[in-house]
């Protein structure tokens, strides 16, 4: 499962795994994203904010997790890594070959510097 929170007047979304991720959690996931994409043009940030990395349940959840990201990473202008994961901290290394957004990696103890970056 992917919780998640946002906040609209920051223009930020939240996403937090619990568990391993499921072909479900992205569709979920992109409801809610598409959903405010239709009323504004972009997100300004996006925070990935877990502790460790949980995975995928199957090959279909890592597949609907590569779908979401190229279907929406156009519209994110920032996107913290909040973690602790040695997975995760070496994601803006790797994206950032292939995302538009900007990519900051975090402790997963900073998450209001994170939060403070996205709204910079």
Known sequence: ??????????????????????KSDFKNLAKVVDSYLEREDRLNGLMIYTESFPGWSNFA????HMRFVNNHH????KIAAVTDSGFLSILPRIADH???????????????EALSWLTM
């Open 61 to 64: 959840g890592f597949i609907s």
């Open 98 to 112: 292939f995302l538009k957004a900007e990519i900051k990696h975090f402790n997963y103890s900073d998450k209001d």
């Open 74 to 77: 156009r519209s994110i202008v």
């Open 1 to 22: 499962m992917i919780a998640h929170e946002l906040l609209s007047d920051q223009s930020i979304l939240i996403v937090t795994p619990e568990g391993p991720l499921k």
